[in-house]
């Protein structure tokens, strides 16, 4: 998917004329909100749980360089061949460079965030590979040509008629809206392709830097087929995905599943330790694992920013975003969306790039409430306005001056002086009185993007100041009878 998070914007505004877009976006949100709080209750202590895997998180992102050596040394020990990739060209060329050196022309894919990141089906699409997504839903918009809707739901936007009239035209099915029967016919038009695929690729949800495996969750059991039935398997993974050990990788999967889907654990949960040894029945004759940095390794230096590797893609933030909520996951412009969206793009597509994403955040808090992480998202956000206010020439930021901005300016230096801040207040306070209409603000001349979608309510009849020196008068006029009583009873 080719980045358009400069479009954000403008794609907001038309997201918020689909009235359908806009009430499935809340919906959808709402069902996987639901299923997470359902599923925590089956721990014990859920808070604790939360605390603890936020601590793994925290301790793996610190570990990482060490973690990351200790998995490829185990992993090649089993039989695994790794390769570093240190951006998105590395990495397809390492994939397109095995696949065609070995003549393969079909190849089935497992659900991958980290293959959309380098637009891995489209290099090998290139060098003459034909590819298949094989979970159902990123099958679907596959073929539509279309971004994934959500996180968990790529599909979930589209209705039986719109995937019924797809299937007639590709794989040639009586129309149906029987959504059973359209699963089965997508389960027989796939099959094929799993059974004849010369290479299953797939991406990885944690590696283990204990026996240097790689862990892959789902529920479809087309990573399964992807990673047993080809004669070589591929698995991309991006830096932040290793972790010290199993109980370390159980413990990250049980919260993964249940804040991702509201499932105490997926249906198939593989845990892959090198290519198929002799003896066994079925999996790949060669595992190839290639470890994607794409900038990732520059802003770990700046450990305030590392804690955006925390992300385990759960996709619980999504769900209680007030914003993700109402425009939904394509109209953030690219593959990670909501909340987790806002916090990786622009450090993987560059701050300047993404601005509207973080500056659109109400700083409500509820994504970093749910994070299994245990990501400071508001922090962050605050972060990378600092960055485009001052620059930051170590992430190729640039200084923008925006009206917001001067705006904010203008605000600091008011606020540095309690003589500014009176007379700012005052003639503040003057000038919002004047565009009161019924009771509200609905629109100002300054700050007209502000006021495109909030309103705010009328300026109190006095502030606080007043309402206090009021206040002390009183007290002192009171105090002053006491003490005039007292003396008389003297
Ligand atoms: S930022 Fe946190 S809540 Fe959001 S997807 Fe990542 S781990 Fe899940």
């Given at each position: 998917m080719i980045p358009q998070t400069e479009r954000y914007r403008e794609m907001v505004l038309e997201s918020l004329k689909n009235e359908h877009q806009r009430q499935l976006a809340g919906r959808v949100a709402g069902v996987f909100k639901f299923l997470r709080s359902y599923a925590l209750q089956s721990y014990e202590d859920p808070v604790q749980v939360m605390r603890d895997v936020a601590d793994t998180r925290a301790r793996s992102v610190e570990n990482l360089p060490e973690l990351l050596e200790r998995f490829e040394e185990r992993a090649t020990a089993a039989g695994a061949k790794v390769y570093w990739a240190r951006n998105s060209q590395e990495a397809n060329q390492i994939i397109t460079d095995i696949v065609t050196a070995k003549g393969i022309k079909l190849a089935v894919k497992g659900k991958s965030m980290?293959?959309?990141?380098?637009?891995?089906?489209?290099?090998?699409?290139?060098?003459?590979?034909?590819?298949?997504?094989?979970?159902?839903?990123?099958?679907?918009?596959?073929?539509?040509?279309?971004?994934?809707?959500?996180?968990?739901?790529?599909?979930?936007?589209?209705?039986?008629?719109?995937?019924?009239?797809?299937?007639?035209?590709?794989?040639?099915?009586?129309?149906?809206?029987?959504?059973?029967?359209?699963?089965?016919?997508?389960?027989?038009?796939?099959?094929?392709?799993?059974?004849?695929?010369?290479?299953?690729?797939?991406?990885?949800?944690?590696?283990?830097?204990?026996?240097?495996?790689?862990?892959?969750?789902?529920?479809?059991?087309?990573?399964?087929?992807?990673?047993?039935?080809?004669?070589?398997?591929?698995?991309?993974?991006?830096?932040?995905?290793?972790?010290?050990?199993?109980?370390?990788?159980?413990?990250?999967?049980?919260?993964?599943?249940?804040?991702?889907?509201?499932?105490?654990?997926?249906?198939?949960?593989?845990?892959?330790?090198?290519?198929?040894?002799?003896?066994?029945?079925?999996?790949?004759?060669?595992?190839?694992?290639?470890?994607?940095?794409?900038?990732?390794?520059?802003?770990?230096?700046?450990?305030?920013?590392?804690?955006a590797l925390r992300c385990i893609r759960c996709g619980a933030c999504l769900g209680v975003c007030p914003i993700y909520t109402r425009i939904g996951g394509p109209t953030y412009g690219w593959i990670y969306s909501g909340p987790m969206g806002a916090v990786l793009n622009p450090l993987l597509l560059g701050v300047n790039r993404c601005q509207d994403l973080f500056e659109a955040c109400t700083q409500c808090g509820f994504c970093q409430e749910v994070c299994p992480g245990g990501m400071k998202h508001l922090d962050l956000f605050n972060r990378y306005r600092q960055m485009v206010l001052n620059g930051f020439p170590a992430l190729n930021v640039r200084k923008e001056s925006k009206e917001g901005t001067r705006f904010m300016k203008l605000f600091a230096w008011g606020m540095r002086s309690p003589w500014r801040y009176r007379v700012g207040a005052k003639l503040g306070r003057f000038y919002l009185k004047k565009h009161v209409k019924d009771g509200r603000i609905k629109a100002l001349p300054i700050l007209k993007g502000w006021f495109q979608y909030r309103d705010l309510p009328a300026p109190a009849p006095y502030t606080f100041r007043e309402w206090w020196a009021s206040q002390e008068s009183q007290n002192v006029k009171l105090s002053a009878g006491k003490e005039g009583s007292v003396t008389h009873g003297q």
């Amino acid at each position: 998917m080719i980045p358009q998070t400069e479009r954000y914007r403008e794609m907001v505004l038309e997201s918020l004329k689909n009235e359908h877009q806009r009430q499935l976006a809340g919906r959808v949100a709402g069902v996987f909100k639901f299923l997470r709080s359902y599923a925590l209750q089956s721990y014990e202590d859920p808070v604790q749980v939360m605390r603890d895997v936020a601590d793994t998180r925290a301790r793996s992102v610190e570990n990482l360089p060490e973690l990351l050596e200790r998995f490829e040394e185990r992993a090649t020990a089993a039989g695994a061949k790794v390769y570093w990739a240190r951006n998105s060209q590395e990495a397809n060329q390492i994939i397109t460079d095995i696949v065609t050196a070995k003549g393969i022309k079909l190849a089935v894919k497992g659900k991958s965030m980290v293959s959309e990141e380098t637009e891995l089906n489209h290099a090998l699409e290139e060098a003459g590979v034909e590819v298949y997504e094989g979970d159902l839903g990123e099958f679907i918009v596959q073929q539509l040509h279309q971004p994934p809707f959500h996180i968990v739901g790529p599909a979930i936007h589209l209705s039986a008629e719109e995937i019924s009239d797809l299937f007639v035209k590709i794989m040639g099915i009586e129309p149906t809206t029987d959504p059973v029967a359209l699963g089965r016919a997508a389960r027989v038009y796939l099959r094929d392709k799993f059974a004849t695929a010369g290479v299953g690729i797939t991406g990885v949800n944690v590696a283990i830097a204990e026996t240097g495996s790689i862990c892959l969750v789902e529920n479809e059991g087309n990573i399964r087929l992807a990673t047993s039935q080809p004669r070589v398997h591929i698995a991309i993974m991006s830096i932040e995905k290793v972790v010290a050990d199993v109980g370390e990788a159980l413990e990250a999967i049980g919260l993964l599943t249940r804040s991702c889907t509201g499932q105490k654990i997926s249906s198939y949960v593989s845990v892959i330790t090198g290519p198929r040894r002799d003896g066994e029945s079925d999996g790949p004759d060669e595992l190839h694992i290639v470890i994607l940095d794409n900038g990732r390794s520059t802003f770990y230096q700046d450990p305030e920013l590392r804690q955006a590797l925390r992300c385990i893609r759960c996709g619980a933030c999504l769900g209680v975003c007030p914003i993700y909520t109402r425009i939904g996951g394509p109209t953030y412009g690219w593959i990670y969306s909501g909340p987790m969206g806002a916090v990786l793009n622009p450090l993987l597509l560059g701050v300047n790039r993404c601005q509207d994403l973080f500056e659109a955040c109400t700083q409500c808090g509820f994504c970093q409430e749910v994070c299994p992480g245990g990501m400071k998202h508001l922090d962050l956000f605050n972060r990378y306005r600092q960055m485009v206010l001052n620059g930051f020439p170590a992430l190729n930021v640039r200084k923008e001056s925006k009206e917001g901005t001067r705006f904010m300016k203008l605000f600091a230096w008011g606020m540095r002086s309690p003589w500014r801040y009176r007379v700012g207040a005052k003639l503040g306070r003057f000038y919002l009185k004047k565009h009161v209409k019924d009771g509200r603000i609905k629109a100002l001349p300054i700050l007209k993007g502000w006021f495109q979608y909030r309103d705010l309510p009328a300026p109190a009849p006095y502030t606080f100041r007043e309402w206090w020196a009021s206040q002390e008068s009183q007290n002192v006029k009171l105090s002053a009878g006491k003490e005039g009583s007292v003396t008389h009873g003297q």
